[in-house]
C-alpha cells in the first residue's frame, strides 16, 4: 500500500534556531503540489515551517526547499514530511 505522504531527512533543531533544508528527487523531480512541514519526533516538540519554495535548476531539474525554527525552549529531533496529490 502506498502513502500520500513521503518523509525524507531527519536533523535536531536547538532552542530558537532555524535551519533551511534542500530536496532534489532526481530526474525532473517533480513531485506534484506539495505540502512539507518539519515534523516534531519528540514529545512536546513546536516546530514551524516557516518558508517553502521550488526552483528550476539549469539542467531541468526540480528542486524543493524549506525553513524549520524551533519555538520552544529546547532542542526536538524531526524529520520532514511531505506529498500531495
Excluded at 513531485?31 to 513546536?46: F, T, W
Amino acid at each position: 500500500m502506498t502513502t500520500p505522504y513521503w518523509t525524507a531527512g531527519q536533523g535536531t533543531l536547538g532552542a530558537g534556531a532555524s535551519q533551511d533544508w534542500w530536496f532534489t528527487f532526481g530526474g525532473n523531480g517533480d513531485q506534484g503540489p506539495l505540502l512539507i512541514q518539519a515534523e516534531p519526533l519528540d514529545a512536546s516538540g513546536e516546530l514551524d515551517t516557516v518558508q517553502i519554495g521550488e526552483s528550476l535548476n539549469d539542467n531541468g531539474f526540480l528542486t524543493y526547499w524549506a525553513t524549520a525554527t524551533n519555538n520552544g525552549s529546547a532542542p526536538v529531533k524531526f524529520q520532514w514530511r511531505g506529498g500531495g496529490f
